[in-house]
């Protein structure tokens, strides 16, 4: 019974937080910076458009400037494609995402990478399946 529980508190944490870039940035945890993602595919019909949140963890001493670099797979698009996420900007980036009438259904991927001023970069993909309407 604990068993079950544990898994079943270990899921519900990683819905809520999502999927995590490796980190990059600094050397450790506290000089670093993740990006985050939706954990699960974002569905999106044919036509329509959505958006989602990327999200910038920084460590506590990591105060850098994070160009995001945005890149959708062809066949979908997305915007903006480039941001720079201030050191002192809310840690949330909205990107919309579109999805022509026309576009074949199945699974898309989105490319965010986040690169610091100094240090290294990181990146992550945001999947986008395209179901019927």
């Known amino acids: 019974m604990k068993t079950a ?3 079943v508190m270990t899921l519900a944490l990683t819905v809520v ?30 036509g329509d458009r959505q958006t989602i949140n990327v999200t910038v963890r920084r460590g506590e001493l ?12 062809e066949g979908i698009s997305v915007t903006p494609t480039n941001v720079l ?4 900007d ?14 074949a259904l199945g699974e898309y991927r989105v490319f965010v990478k986040g690169t610091p001023q100094t240090g290294e970069p990181t990146s992550i993909e945001i999947k986008v399946k395209v179901v019927a309407p």
């Open 5 to 7: 529980m544990v898994i």
């Open 17 to 46: 937080f999502g999927c995590m870039s490796p980190k990059g940035g600094g050397m450790s945890k506290d000089e670093g910076f993740k990006i985050q993602v939706p954990m699960f595919a974002t569905d999106i019909k044919q």
């Open 62 to 73: 990591f105060k850098q400037d994070v160009r995001l670099e945005i890149k959708a797979s």
């Open 85 to 88: 996420v201030k050191a002192s």
């Open 90 to 103: 809310t840690k949330d980036v909205p990107l919309q995402i579109a999805v022509p009438k026309n576009a």
